[in-house]
């Protein structure tokens, strides 16, 4: 998995409690994302950083903060957890070679979050 | 706005058959696209690109896909199936809107029969 690790792996939360997921990358890529998926619906992007504390919203941002302080780790938040966030999350990184676009992503095991 | 889509949810196959999963895309631009692969319980694994040039790519595992600008069309093929192929395939394209994202297909399943 090109040297990404999320943790924790598995989580189950009650609604309305903060949630913290983690992703950590050694291979010192420039972008790094945070995927959801769900059935029916592929993966979808949450938030993605194109470097140090640089971030945008992907197309499923409501509810969900990011924060990227160094190039190998990129955290995501959700404030107040609720039941349509429980979901597989995928963390991803790209590397910048080129031309960024033609860069393939890798991708991390996944965090299966539960919120009850 | 650019898009893919996986007109299949599933395909099944036998064992030493040829196999095709479909994609179609719709891009304003030069369409960069990408197929992936999905083991159960793992992240996803990227198989294959197209960016330019020839429009047969040849990937991992003895994949290929054979992009076509006519049919906007960019299916993933193996000339002979294994069980082990037995997994979710998403074909993905690049955002326009942003060189550093792509937008995922919803999946196809594929099942290879003993």
């Known amino acids: 998995d090109a040297g990404i690790t999320q943790s924790p792996r598995h989580k189950v939360t009650e609604t309305g409690t903060p949630v913290t997921l983690r992703c950590h990358q050694t291979?010192?890529?420039?972008?790094m994302y945070w995927y959801r998926q769900d059935p029916g619906h592929g993966l979808r992007l949450i938030h993605y950083?194109?470097?140090?504390?640089?971030?945008d919203k992907g197309e499923v941002s409501d509810g969900y903060s990011v924060s990227r302080s160094k190039t190998e780790d990129f955290l995501l938040t959700l404030e107040s957890a609720t039941s349509s966030q429980t979901s597989v999350y995928f963390c991803?990184?790209?590397?910048?070679?080129?031309?960024?676009?033609?860069?393939?992503?890798?991708f991390g095991p996944g965090t299966r979050l539960t919120v009850l | 706005a650019q898009s893919v889509a996986q007109p299949e949810d599933q395909v099944n196959v036998a064992e030493g058959n040829p196999l095709t999963v479909k994609c179609t895309y719709s891009?304003?631009?030069?369409?960069?696209l990408f197929w992936y692969v999905q083991y159960p319980n793992r992240g996803l694994q990227f198989l294959l690109k197209?960016?330019?040039?020839?429009?047969l790519v040849k990937g991992s595992y003895g994949f290929e896909a054979e992009f076509n600008k006519s049919q906007t069309s960019f299916h993933l093929k193996k000339p002979s199936a294994l069980v082990s192929d037995s997994a979710l395939y998403f074909c993905?394209?690049?955002?326009?809107?942003?060189?550093?994202?792509?937008?995922f297909g919803s999946g196809t399943r594929l099942s290879i029969r003993p």
């Open positions: 991803a990184t790209a590397g910048l070679a080129g031309g960024f676009s033609y860069n393939e992503q890798f």
């Open positions: 291979e010192n890529h420039r972008y």
């Open positions: 950083s194109y470097g140090v504390k640089d971030t």
């Open positions: 891009v304003s631009g030069n369409p960069y």
């Open positions: 197209y960016i330019t040039g020839d429009n």
């Open positions: 993905a394209v690049r955002d326009d809107s942003s060189a550093s994202k792509i937008i």
